[in-house]
């Protein structure tokens, strides 16, 4: 009897050896620090501050540059904070923690984390139509980026003086500031009542008065601006959408560059993008600190920071604002976009997606904020250089980035440096949200497609291949515009009905309850590191079921109330049809989604619908030891629907330690036997 314990014994002995041997293949590296996978078929980041740190990239980009510090400007400057604070707790930060625990509870990408309610599979390929679409064209801002940082390289700024081999007549240089009309007759000159004064010829030689010359359409323009439009981009040369013209060879090659860039980064997926990203996403930080103490220094800083946060508090009665902040600051998080569910997908089961959610969002705020102060103190002082008005010098988007500023950097001694750094924040800006774009689409094709997983590199490499193709009309003389009209309609309003139909999902179909117990289970019963989830569920229930949703309905029909087609000669009435189609891309997705959800379902109409609107068999966390904490307190949950329970009973890489034996010179082997239902 006693031999055969003692072989018994033995016999698991050996069992054990030979799982802690396999183990210790498997882990193959980190061993003694843990940094193995929890997920080993999808891969998890290596540590937290990749995910933050991405997280923080994707939603600090140039729209907080450049846009952020225009519509406080134009909105009642410092009024412009109350409503964009409103709407960032109770439309911008839900939506976001609602997402971020979408994605790191299934552990799926966009496309398939959905299978709570299969009805709504089209929204996830709706996120991913969207994400397709602005990474085409937001490379190519990158590119822009690339090309002036080029440029930068040089003893004197390309865009210092007019050059007469690309700018105009009407170029600052050529163009001089007369005190009245006494010093036009001294120049001999004819003065005239439009506020300029002409030549023999006819032509505009001087201007004395810049208010009476603007509103008869006489405006002198920057050499940064003759630049842009007629040395680097070409948009001078095109008379708009309809004469794209040709392509020019300089900008291909930075658009193409720009997806080299995004192809090394992501050459291994989210392990090595998460550690580009500890330059890419700390590294504007620096830059926009070293500008503002700059900025500080200059003549008229003063007058441009006040102009942009004085507040004009009688502008909240205006509805304009409130729209304008909660477009903002949906866009400024990249909500519904289905970038943050693919990149919580890659965390731990218990990571904390609340405080991750709360950090990266005011984080990205208070970025929009800061950006402002830079970008008005060099505003102002170039307002008093010029001798115009702030609001004058105040402009959005790509003429804030590539015209204001760097003539702004001209002004200052060695101009080439504050040119370099302030691009090379730009770049930073742009790839960070850039990566995001490219994974979210390479994360639903894998999850959708698993054997994808081993060519990875190749994956990433072919859709860098389509992005590029299908984005070679933006780099013909014409195309900023395309560029205008796929970053008007490509994220416009049906990002918001992708938003919308996020919170009827999980709060009316799946349910909020359940919803709210799955976080629980997922991120703890403490949150934060102090404070019980208990004490703060119901705000974000309330938000999820009625304010957010809400919210967000409002700015969509604000929108379509004050919906104009795109303004301007250089857009065409087929410009809107070409937009348009792109917004009804993403809506065709999320219905075909649904029909297909509902017809391929068996049974009666009800049955379809039924099973269309019920979680499926493999719905919940990707690993059996999360799936039998959701069996806990969900009835006939089932636990293994792929049969993983011998795989995974197996010995965990991350429960072997390694002590070193009393005479230093062998590693002796304990293994910790933990139970399904204990976090790891």
Not at 80 to 87: E, K, L, S
Not at 250 to 256: G, S, T
Not at 433 to 456: C, G, I, N
Request: hydrophobic residues 45%; charged residues 15%.
């Amino acid at each position: 009897m006693a031999d055969a314990n003692i072989q018994e014994d033995l016999k698991i002995i050996r069992a054990q050896n030979d799982a802690i041997i396999k183990a210790l293949q498997k882990k193959k590296k980190n061993i003694i620090m843990g940094l193995e996978d929890e997920n080993e078929e999808r891969g998890n980041w290596s540590g937290r501050f990749d995910f933050f740190l991405s997280c923080l990239g994707y939603a600090v980009g140039l729209g907080n540059v450049w846009r952020f510090p225009y519509l406080c400007y134009k909105n009642g400057g410092g009024a412009f904070f109350i409503p964009y604070a409103i709407m960032l707790f109770f439309v911008g930060l839900p939506i976001f923690f609602m997402e971020l625990s979408l994605g790191q509870f299934t552990s799926s990408g966009p496309l398939t984390c959905w299978k709570y309610a299969p009805l709504f599979q089209g929204v996830g390929l709706g996120m991913v139509a969207v994400s397709a679409m602005v990474a085409i064209y937001y490379n190519m801002i990158i590119g822009w980026s690339l090309y002036y940082l080029f440029a930068s390289f040089t003893s004197e700024l390309p865009w210092d003086k007019c050059n007469p081999e690309w700018a105009t007549k009407m170029c600052i240089d050529f163009i001089k500031k007369a005190e009245d009309k006494i010093e036009c007759y001294a120049n001999g000159l004819d003065p005239r009542d439009d506020g300029a004064c002409y030549d023999l010829g006819g032509n505009v030689t001087m201007i004395y008065d810049l208010k009476i010359a603007k509103d008869h359409g006489i405006e002198r323009t920057l050499p940064s601006e003759e630049y842009l439009e007629y040395k680097a981009l070409g948009s001078g040369l095109s008379t708009g959408l309809g004469d794209l013209g040709p392509i020019r060879w300089q900008m291909v090659l930075c658009y193409l560059l720009a997806f080299i860039f995004v192809v090394l980064a992501l050459s291994k997926s989210i392990k090595s993008s998460g550690k580009v990203v500890y330059f890419t996403a700390t590294f504007p930080y620096v830059v926009l600190i070293i500008l503002f103490v700059r900025g500080l220094l200059l003549d008229g800083y003063k007058e441009g920071i006040e102009f942009y946060i004085t507040p004009d508090l009688s502008r909240l009665s205006e509805s304009v604002i409130w729209k304008d902040a909660a477009v903002q600051i949906f866009f400024s998080l990249s909500a519904s976009w289905g970038g943050l569910i693919a990149l919580a997908s890659y965390n731990r089961f218990h990571n904390d997606a609340l405080r991750d959610s709360i950090v990266v969002a005011i984080g990205n705020c208070l970025t929009s904020v800061f950006a402002g102060f830079v970008i008005f103190s060099y505003i102002g002082s170039l307002s008093k250089v010029l001798g115009v008005p702030i609001e004058d010098v105040a402009k959005s988007g790509p003429s804030l980035a590539f015209v204001v500023y760097p003539y702004a950097v001209t002004q200052l001694p060695g101009a080439p440096f504050w040119a370099i750094l302030f691009f090379m924040m730009l770049l930073t800006l742009g790839v960070d949200s850039q990566f995001v774009l490219v994974e979210t689409v390479t994360t639903a094709l894998m999850d959708r497609f698993p054997k994808l997983r081993a060519y990875k590199l190749l994956t990433v490499m072919i859709l860098c291949v389509i992005f590029f193709l299908l984005g070679l009309t933006l780099t013909t003389n014409g195309g900023i515009y395309m560029l205008e009209v796929m970053d008007t309609y490509a994220g416009g309003w049906n990002i918001m009905f992708i938003a919308i139909c996020e919170c009827i999902s999980l709060c009316y179909v799946y349910g909020i309850r359940r919803f709210l117990v799955d976080i629980e289970t997922m991120i703890g019963a403490q949150v934060c590191g102090f404070c019980p989830f208990f004490v703060c569920k119901y705000w974000w229930a309330l938000n999820w079921c009625v304010l957010t949703p809400a919210g967000v309905l409002f700015i969509m029909i604000f929108s379509w109330v004050k919906y104009t087609d795109m303004e301007g000669d250089e857009y065409p009435e087929w410009a809107d049809a070409i937009g348009w189609l792109m917004t009804m891309t993403v809506i065709v997705c999320i219905i075909g989604g649904a029909l297909y959800a509902i017809c391929s379902a068996p049974g009666s109409i009800g049955e379809k619908l039924r099973h269309a609107t019920s979680p499926t068999v493999e719905w919940g966390p990707a690993l059996v030891k999360h799936r039998k904490l959701v069996a806990k307190y969900v009835p006939g949950f089932v636990v293994d629907p792929w049969g993983k329970g011998d795989e995974e009973a197996a010995v965990n890489p991350n429960d072997i330690g390694l002590q070193m034996s009393p005479d230093g010179q062998h590693f002796a082997q304990s293994q910790k036997y933990l139970e399904a239902d204990i976090k790891m």
